[in-house]
Antibody, heavy 123, light 110 residues
């Protein structure tokens, strides 16, 4: 079955760029009808949607993060990535990647999640 | 976009039913039938329980059900079990083609 695995730097210095990758296995990221999302959860707090990329390559971002976020896909490696620039301590969180629907499949529900990776912003 | 509004906590005894509300606006919950609900146990990734307001993914117990009226969606859990104790989050598609989560509700099974 489809599995997602996050990887990337666990410690990032303030003002630098956070970079994470989500490897997709057991299926193709090029399958139509799905979106590929990033979500984060600060320690002890709730979930925050960061953004997603559609099969078509279209991207949509949380307005509060839009100026700092880029989500991209590497179809040759069957993975997608997150870059978040100018990070501060407020960006410290567990970061999850997930597969979701796009209206025709699963609505926009996210049915497959990675295990999450902890990113700490500190000098 | 503002987070959807959920009660911080709810509780119930085994066998009882509880309902968690999720209030948004006409630009999200009220405007689309794209409300989802997630269950999250401590230290674990969220799990999709309901999508498109009231649909259950394969493998999710039929004790979980969803509904919507106006700008408020609801998750009902019937026949509460100890394993249902977790945090629950709603989410909705928005008029900006983005998604927004609720603040989360901690369910305690007494």
């Amino acid at each position: 079955q489809l599995q997602l695995q996050e990887s990337g730097s666990g410690l990032v210095k303030p003002s630098q760029t956070l970079s994470l990758t989500c490897a997709v296995s057991g299926g193709s990221i090029s399958s139509g009808g799905y979106s590929w999302s990033w979500i984060r959860q600060p320690p002890g707090k709730g979930l925050e949607w960061i953004g997603y990329i559609y099969h078509s390559g279209s991207t949509y971002y949380n307005p509060s993060l839009k100026s700092r976020v880029t989500i991209s896909v590497d179809r040759s490696k069957n993975q997608f990535s997150l870059k978040l620039s100018s990070v501060t301590a407020a960006d410290t969180a567990v970061y999850y990647c997930a597969r979701g629907g796009t209206g025709t499949t699963l609505g926009y529900g996210m049915d497959v999640w990675g295990q999450g990776t902890t990113v700490t912003v500190s000098s | 976009q503002s987070a959807l509004t959920q009660p911080a906590s709810v509780s119930g005894s085994p066998g009882q039913s509880i309902t968690i509300s999720c209030t948004g606006t006409s630009s999200d919950v009220g405007g689309y039938n794209y409300v989802s609900w997630y269950q999250q146990h401590p230290g674990k990734a969220p799990k999709l329980m309901i999508y498109e307001v009231s649909n259950r993914p394969s493998g999710v117990s039929n004790r979980f059900s969803g509904s919507k009226s106006g700008n408020t969606a609801s998750l009902t859990i019937s026949g509460l079990q100890a394993e249902d104790e977790a945090d629950y989050y709603c989410s909705s598609y928005t008029s900006s083609s983005t998604q927004v989560f609720g603040g989360g509700t901690k369910l305690t099974v007494l």
